[in-house]
């Protein structure tokens, strides 16, 4: 999801553009965050789509990884 940041412009880069000439791109990327979570979390969800939540640790590892 944030790599789309980088296609908000075919000639610019996130560097050189603001992500927040774009607040449609925003709002969908907050959505898609927002329902990743509500399925995370709620159990009914969690037990549909047959996931388990993250822990403490494993979401810092997600971090550690991703950066």
Do not use: C, R
């Not at 789309?4 to 927040?20: F, H, I, K, R, Y």
């Not at 990327?29 to 979570?37: E, I, N, P, Q, R």
């Not at 979390?41 to 549909?48: I, R």
Request: overall charge negative.
């Amino acid at each position: 999801m944030f790599n789309s940041l980088n296609a908000l412009s075919e000639d610019g880069s996130l560097v050189t553009m603001p992500p927040w000439v774009n607040p449609w791109l925003l709002l969908a990327m907050a959505v898609s965050f927002g329902l990743h979570f509500v399925i995370l979390y709620v159990p009914f969800l969690a037990q549909v789509f047959g996931i388990v939540p993250l822990s403490l640790n494993e979401w810092l590892l997600v971090l550690a990884v991703s950066l």
